[in-house]
T-cell receptor, first 115, second 113 residues
Framework: DTGVSQNPRHKITKRGQNVTFRCDPI?????LYWYRQTLGQGPEFLTY????????KSRLLSDRFSAERPKGSFSTLEIQRTEQGDSAMYLC?????????????FGEGSRLTVL | GENVEQHPSTLSVQEGDSAVIKCTYS??????FPWYKQELGKRPQLIID?????GEKKDQRIAVTLNKTAKHFSLHITETQPEDSAVYFC????????????FGKGTKLTVNP
């Protein structure tokens, strides 16, 4: 499968623990996005990268969230000191085009449950 | 920033009927309007998109219409089938140096056999 790959697919953790998610985009896709999706809602933007540069981070994102994309390939999203409100599906998407007028190819997501 | 409103939140139709989902957006500079389909437990996938230089686009049983004056766009599905049952999301891009898609809250479509 040459689509966007995310792991782990499911993560259950206790409040206060740190978690890290990984996203492997479609190769040669320069753009990589992280979105968060809660039940009954649309994907909510978190951050995006153009190659290795993080170009934008949502104002809603607290400083407990950090994302990296070293070498412009895979990306990681880390959440420190998790809270119950962090429980959600974390979606990664990649795009071959610059700008925001092209198809996003989503991964299957990483579901986080914070107890 | 861009704000996207989507209606209805749920829609139930009989197989063979048509379904229409509507979205409004706030930024008059937006120029690209995609629709994504998300089946239960699956990833969102693009089903159709339209750019601001056209008013309508069709792909078999699916069509999207755009009214730039009123700042709304709609998804039309004709001859619905049970496999059309899913959550559908509209989206619009932000402008002014921010390059991301803003999604609507979604419409859960149920096609009853």
């Amino acid at each position: 499968d040459t689509g966007v790959s995310q792991n782990p697919r499911h993560k259950i953790t206790k409040r206060g623990q740190n978690v890290t998610f990984r996203c492997d985009p479609i190769s040669e896709h320069n753009r990589l996005y992280w979105y968060r999706q809660t039940l009954g809602q649309g994907p909510e933007f978190l951050t995006y990268f153009q190659n290795e540069a993080q170009l934008e981070k949502s104002r809603l994102l607290s400083d407990r969230f950090s994302a990296e994309r070293p070498k412009g390939s895979f990306s990681t999203l880390e959440i420190q000191r998790t809270e119950q409100g962090d429980s959600a599906m974390y979606l990664c998407a990649s795009s071959p085009l610059p700008g925001n007028t092209g198809e996003l190819f989503f991964g299957e997501g990483s579901r986080l449950t914070v107890l | 920033g861009e704000n996207v409103e989507q209606h209805p939140s749920t829609l139930s139709v009989q197989e063979g009927d048509s379904a229409v989902i509507k979205c409004t957006y706030s930024d008059s500079a937006s120029n690209y309007f995609p629709w994504y389909k998300q089946e239960l437990g699956k990833r969102p996938q693009l089903i159709i998109d339209i750019r601001s230089n056209v008013g309508e686009k069709k792909d078999q049983r699916i069509a999207v219409t755009l009214n730039k004056t009123a700042k709304h766009f709609s998804l039309h599905i004709t001859e619905t089938q049970p496999e059309d049952s899913a959550v559908y999301f509209c989206a619009a891009p932000t402008q002014g140096g921010s390059e991301k898609l803003v999604f609507g809250k979604g419409t859960k479509l149920t096609v009853n056999p």
